[in-house]
């Protein structure tokens, strides 16, 4: 069962200024949906309703629920993220430039959650075949500074084809966008934090001290050398967010070539899971043994508030430019925010 939503995005031009507005159907209301139930069907049940990222999301589930998790259910939403982020970098976005896209480094990458948490030995090689086709032989050191990620623009894989559009072929600075990144370095107060997930408007347009963030791997690394060096130079474009998934990636692939960890236990009432996009937030309130209330945000609840990222980013594209048609440019800066929806766009 899946009951993601839509989003419908349509672009056009006024004053010479380009002009997005979002329309998004309403997402699963957990709260109707699992009021009365026991934390044990809520935990089988939320994944199946949310649908994407439902490792993680199910991970996010059981600490919000005050449910163990396991090692192994953390390998697993790391080898479901690096599924995800494979899709985006090898398929995703040389589609939204009108390539044809080649999928022979995703076979088999749907078993890659089942395999992380029991067959390692089987694991190793998909993933082996996931780290060559997007990095190449220099591996994620391909990112370690500007001069080595430059160096690396200049092969043939086809994830360094579609940077190469984006930071050396078009303006470099499209799609220039700041928003605080969340979660943010300094983390919220637990409690305040569950006190805002169960507020209803929270939960459609959510808002950290009345300011719209950014969820996304791009967070996570502030201060990675790479990631400074181009926000320098051309500040928060499109390539900058997709180079953020990379090094998001190869934090997983290094995390699930590692043993196991121990895994930290959620404040009572929340549960935090990082997935492909960003943190995962879910926040239960349970009354004699019973979900009486039940609240999920995803990094993409966050990225389409009216003020969010993805309107900053569209509203930062050119109106016209002769290099590549509107409607491409609009499709690629979408695919670099990826929210976890399938997405009408109209470009007029």
């Given at each position: 069962?899946?009951r993601?939503?839509?989003?419908?995005?349509?672009?056009?031009r006024?004053?010479?200024q380009?002009?997005?507005?979002?329309?998004?159907s309403?997402?699963?209301?957990?709260?109707?949906?699992?009021?009365?139930?026991?934390?044990?069907?809520?935990r089988r049940?939320?994944?199946?309703?949310?649908?994407?990222?439902?490792?993680?999301?199910?991970?996010a589930?059981?600490?919000?629920l005050?449910?163990?998790?396991?090692p192994?259910a953390?390998?697993?939403?790391?080898?479901?993220?690096v599924?995800e982020h494979a899709m985006?970098?090898?398929?995703h976005?040389?589609?939204?430039?009108?390539?044809?896209?080649?999928?022979?480094?995703?076979?088999?990458?749907?078993?890659?959650?089942?395999?992380?948490?029991?067959d390692?030995d089987?694991l190793?090689?998909?993933?082996a075949?996931?780290?060559?086709?997007?990095?190449?032989?220099?591996?994620?050191?391909?990112?370690?500074?500007?001069?080595?990620?430059?160096a690396?623009?200049?092969?043939?894989?086809?994830?360094a084809?579609?940077?190469?559009?984006?930071?050396r072929e078009?303006e470099?600075?499209?799609?220039?966008?700041?928003?605080?990144g969340?979660?943010?370095a300094?983390p919220?107060?637990?409690a305040?934090?569950?006190a805002?997930?169960?507020?209803?408007?929270?939960?459609l347009?959510?808002?950290?001290?009345?300011?719209a963030?950014?969820?996304g791997?791009?967070?996570?690394?502030?201060?990675?050398?790479?990631?400074?060096?181009m926000?320098?130079?051309?500040?928060r474009?499109?390539?900058?967010?997709?180079?953020?998934?990379?090094?998001?990636?190869?934090?997983r692939?290094?995390?699930?070539a590692?043993?196991?960890?121990a895994?930290?236990p959620?404040?009572?009432?929340?549960?935090?899971?990082?997935a492909?996009?960003?943190?995962?937030?879910?926040?239960?309130?349970l009354?004699?043994?019973?979900?009486?209330?039940?609240?999920?945000?995803?990094?993409?609840?966050?990225?389409?508030?009216p003020?969010g990222?993805l309107a900053?980013?569209?509203a930062?594209?050119?109106?016209?430019d002769a290099?590549?048609?509107?409607?491409?440019?609009?499709?690629?800066?979408v695919?670099?925010?990826?929210?976890?929806?399938?997405?009408?766009?109209e470009?007029?």
């Amino acid at each position: 069962m899946n009951r993601t939503p839509g989003l419908a995005i349509t672009i056009d031009r006024a004053d010479g200024q380009v002009r997005a507005t979002l329309r998004r159907s309403p997402p699963p209301d957990l709260a109707r949906l699992l009021r009365g139930r026991g934390p044990e069907e809520a935990r089988r049940l939320v994944p199946l309703v949310l649908g994407v990222c439902a490792e993680a999301q199910g991970l996010a589930c059981a600490g919000a629920l005050g449910m163990p998790v396991t090692p192994a259910a953390s390998r697993r939403a790391d080898a479901e993220a690096v599924r995800e982020h494979a899709m985006l970098l090898l398929v995703h976005l040389p589609e939204a430039l009108g390539w044809s896209a080649d999928r022979t480094a995703l076979r088999g990458l749907g078993q890659l959650p089942e395999l992380a948490a029991r067959d390692p030995d089987a694991l190793a090689p998909r993933l082996a075949t996931v780290r060559a086709a997007v990095f190449g032989a220099d591996g994620p050191d391909a990112l370690a500074d500007l001069a080595a990620f430059e160096a690396w623009l200049d092969t043939d894989l086809p994830v360094a084809r579609v940077l190469g559009v984006l930071w050396r072929e078009w303006e470099p600075g499209w799609g220039r966008a700041v928003r605080p990144g969340w979660p943010p370095a300094l983390p919220p107060d637990p409690a305040a934090l569950a006190a805002r997930a169960a507020e209803p408007g929270f939960r459609l347009h959510p808002e950290w001290q009345g300011t719209a963030h950014e969820a996304g791997p791009l967070a996570q690394f502030p201060a990675h050398p790479l990631v400074q060096a181009m926000t320098a130079r051309h500040g928060r474009g499109l390539a900058l967010r997709v180079v953020a998934r990379l090094l998001d990636l190869a934090r997983r692939l290094a995390a699930l070539a590692a043993p196991p960890g121990a895994t930290e236990p959620a404040p009572a009432g929340l549960g935090l899971a990082a997935a492909a996009r960003g943190q995962l937030l879910h926040w239960a309130r349970l009354e004699d043994g019973r979900i009486a209330d039940y609240a999920a945000i995803s990094p993409t609840d966050w990225n389409l508030h009216p003020h969010g990222i993805l309107a900053a980013v569209l509203a930062a594209l050119p109106a016209n430019d002769a290099r590549a048609p509107r409607a491409r440019i609009a499709r690629v800066a979408v695919a670099c925010v990826d929210p976890c929806l399938p997405v009408m766009l109209e470009a007029a």
